[in-house]
């Protein structure tokens, strides 16, 4: 008998459920489907539903309901950091599957109360780091990987943009601020290039609305390893990172981007190779996977232990940027699974869709 196909309810119908989520279930009707979303905005869900043919809509009092009515498996959770928790939790006591966008929660505590629920009610639980089926970025951790570099040393990322006055990602009360929204990529980054987890943070930064606005972070790995990044929710658009060792170096830019082409400038030797790849869909196969890994009975990456390994580094460049002093981070024993190549998967690009009551965060 063939598998059954998995139902999904998105939960934030917010700029990045429109742009990318809502609209990837198109590429991924092998083994997901769209069944339901959940929003407080009635003309929002009125829309949404009329435009993907949904089966059900409903606001967040109405979450239980839904998930029992639509026969969701799984839900792919878009909401303001600060809510994550709240329904995965009630996710997973319902027995569904939970798809959860990064930062996995605003604390290490939350993700792993998170964790512990889903584990309890024997669901799966995956972080949405859609990097982590991207082939530029695989290919470059298997760059780093392959000693082509030679000894790994540093790395520095410059991630920025200017963010409307009235977006989330300014408000404290929603865990907010350059860290949590643009931080997470950096640190995600530098800990999967390096094969290693930060023994200490030191960070300072530039405030706005009770939010790291603009901050610089100095990460140190085993092995005289040293990680930098620069983030702003009010710099020009910049995405980039570069790793260097002792025989060579790679810059990706743009690093983070889902909207174009990524390159790689690769140098060894004194000669630079350029590699493009093109622009793609990078949400379909975050479903396509995970549903995989329901259907499967398999464990998903990235898992809830690499979503607590960065926010962990989150919660120490706060206190950090508090108390104007070096954390020391505990030393953690290598993770069990790591992001490689065998995950890559291609789907074709997306047409940015009209969005409905959602602007971006960018003031452009």
Known sequence: MPKRVVRY??????HIAQVAVLPAFAHAKENSDLVAIVSGDEEKRAALRERYGLE??????DYEDILSRGRIDAVY????NTLHKEYALRAASAGVHVLCEK???????DCAAIARTCQENSVKLMVAYRLHFEEANLKALEIARSNELGDLRLFSSFFSHVVRQDDIRRKPELAGGAAYDLGVYCINAARNLFEGEPVSVYATAVKSNDTDDTTSVLLNFPSDRIAQFCISNSTADVSTYR???SRGDLRVEPA???AGEIVHYLTLKGKTQRQSFEKRDQFAPELVYFSECIRNDTLPEP????????????????RSIDTG????????PRRKTAPSLAQEMRKPPLEKPETVKAPGPSVR
């Open 103 to 109: 930062p996995l929660a605003p604390t290490v505590q």
């Open 303 to 318: 898992s809830a232990e690499e979503g607590m390994r960065d926010v962990r580094v989150i919660e120490a460049i706060l």
């Open 243 to 245: 790793i260097a060792g």
């Open 56 to 61: 059900l809509d409903g606001g967040y009092e």
């Open 256 to 258: 983070y981007d889902y």
């Open 77 to 80: 959770i878009a909401t303001p």
């Open 9 to 14: 309810a998105v939960v934030g119908c917010g």
């Open 325 to 332: 002093g070096v954390v020391e981070l505990t030393p953690l």
